[in-house]
T-cell receptor, first 114, second 114 residues
Framework: NAGVTQTPKFRVLKTGQSMTLLCAQD?????MYWYRQDPGMGLRLIHY???????AKGEVPDGYNVSRLKKQNFLLGLESAAPSQTSVYFC?????????????FGSGTRLTVV | AQSVSQHNHHVILSEAASLELGCNYS??????LFWYVQYPGQHLQLLLK??????LVKGIKGFEAEFIKSKFSFNLRKPSVQWSDTAEYFC????????????FGTGTRLKVLA
């Protein structure tokens, strides 16, 4: 009963490097989300997906790309990392009816860009 | 634009004190309301939710919240806090029944002194 799994849990990147964060859910949820959490700013939505093969921009999409090739996976890519992308990244998922009852969150990825 | 405000950014209480954390949102239509808790180093967990019906909702660990539609508020309360309640608390709002996204507040850090 894994729920939402994020990999990796920690990562340090150098400015300009690229990486991909993986979010996997085993609840057959249609909707998946990527948020970033920064001190004093709460959670801000980066991108989200309402189904396999679809993605949409959230509040702070610049510098990130996403893909949802399989229903259970939602990938977040950083093409050229910048120090401003140092943050904790959370993935979440929900079913259409489940939106009334709350997201399920992953445990987070702490990313540091130096 | 819709927004969620949590006016208390940091709260320090002694054990057994009563807690009330404020949450206000800016939207006049149908809303779903949530409080999430994030213990140090952990992911967000759902504390309680309001979908419809009784505006006084009870959640886990003795927390409750009251939805006051006329004040656009959903304040979190607990009669007697414990040291283990030390955490960050986030209010979230789903604006309208047709939306896929939640809007999160900036969070309130609660420290309970033993």
């Amino acid at each position: 009963n894994a729920g939402v799994t994020q990999t990796p849990k920690f990562r340090v990147l150098k400015t300009g490097q690229s990486m991909t964060l993986l979010c996997a859910q085993d609840m057959n949820h249609e909707y998946m989300y990527w948020y970033r959490q920064d001190p004093g700013m709460g959670l801000r939505l980066i991108h989200y997906s309402v189904g396999e093969g679809t993605t949409a921009k959230g509040e702070v999409p610049d510098g990130y790309n996403v893909s949802r090739l399989k229903k259970q996976n939602f990938l977040l890519g950083l093409e050229s990392a910048a120090p401003s992308q140092t943050s904790v990244y959370f993935c979440a998922s929900s079913s259409p009816g489940g939106l009334n009852y709350g997201y399920t969150f992953g445990s987070g990825t702490r990313l540091t860009v130096v | 634009a819709q927004s969620v405000s949590q006016h208390n950014h940091h709260v320090i209480l002694s054990e057994a004190a009563s807690l009330e954390l404020g949450c206000n949102y800016s939207y006049g239509g149908t809303v779903n309301l949530f409080w999430y808790v994030q213990y140090p180093g952990q992911h967000l967990q759902l504390l309680l939710k309001y979908f419809s019906g009784d505006p006084l909702v009870k959640g886990i660990k003795g927390f409750e919240a009251e939805f006051i539609k006329s004040k656009f508020s959903f304040n979190l309360r607990k009669p007697s806090v414990q040291w283990s309640d030390t955490a960050e608390y986030f209010c979230a709002v789903r604006v309208g029944s047709g939306t896929y996204k939640y809007i999160f507040g900036t969070g309130t850090r609660l420290k309970v002194l033993a």
